[in-house]
């Protein structure tokens, strides 16, 4: 008999690996972002760890485009900034040269 390469998970291993209390978990659980459980019992709910793991490396992809995006639009902002900056000494400098 071949053996698993996966196994069960608690919601408490879950949270330590996630990093998350319990109310964040239950909150992600009943809004759909986070994968549902294998009922095990009336009480029991149970996660395949090989779910989970392909669920944070989904996540964690999100969030590396997220990340990336972000700095996009900061790098092209501080451009614009700049650019703004520049354009207000340019004017300035040409009032006062007609004033002078």
């Given at each position: 008999?071949?053996t698993?390469?996966?196994?069960y998970?608690t919601?408490?291993?879950?949270?330590?690996?996630?990093?998350v209390?319990?109310?964040?978990?239950?909150?992600d659980?009943?809004?759909?972002?986070?994968?549902?459980?294998e009922?095990?019992?009336?009480?029991t709910i149970?996660?395949?760890?090989?779910?989970?793991?392909?669920?944070?490396?989904?996540?964690?992809?999100?969030a590396?485009?997220?990340?990336?995006?972000?700095?996009?639009?900061?790098?092209?902002?501080?451009?614009?900034g700049?650019?703004?900056?520049r354009?207000?000494r340019?004017?300035?400098?040409?009032?006062s040269?007609?004033?002078a």
């Amino acid at each position: 008999m071949k053996t698993p390469t996966w196994h069960y998970m608690t919601r408490a291993e879950i949270c330590a690996v996630r990093r998350v209390g319990r109310t964040h978990q239950y909150e992600d659980e009943k809004s759909g972002s986070f994968p549902p459980g294998e009922r095990h019992g009336m009480r029991t709910i149970r996660w395949r760890s090989d779910v989970v793991a392909a669920w944070l490396e989904a996540e964690s992809q999100r969030a590396r485009e997220a990340s990336q995006d972000i700095a996009v639009r900061q790098s092209k902002s501080a451009e614009r900034g700049v650019e703004v900056r520049r354009n207000r000494r340019v004017a300035a400098t040409q009032e006062s040269a007609t004033r002078a």
